[in-house]
């Protein structure tokens, strides 16, 4: 494994870690998934056209007032 040196505001650096910390990871953890996600060839809209045309067969089976579609 390769080891990189990267710079950013200390403030950030200090926010970020204890974010980590608090969810039970670290820097070098987020970062490694991170850079694999963005070397990723993905396309989202690709992935979401792929998903909706998979649930095609899911209806409500009737049309919502305007009240329902905005119920919490």
Do not use: H, P, V
Not at 39 to 45: E, H, L, P, S, V
């Amino acid at each position: 494994m390769k080891n990189i040196t990267l710079s950013a505001n200390e403030d950030i650096i200090r926010k970020a870690k204890t974010k980590a910390q608090q969810n039970s990871t670290t820097l070098n953890s987020l970062f490694r998934k991170w850079l694999d996600d963005y070397t990723r060839d993905k396309n989202i809209a690709l992935e979401i056209e792929r998903f909706l045309s998979e649930t095609e067969y899911a209806e409500a089976g009737r049309g919502f007032t305007r009240d329902e579609f905005n119920e919490r």
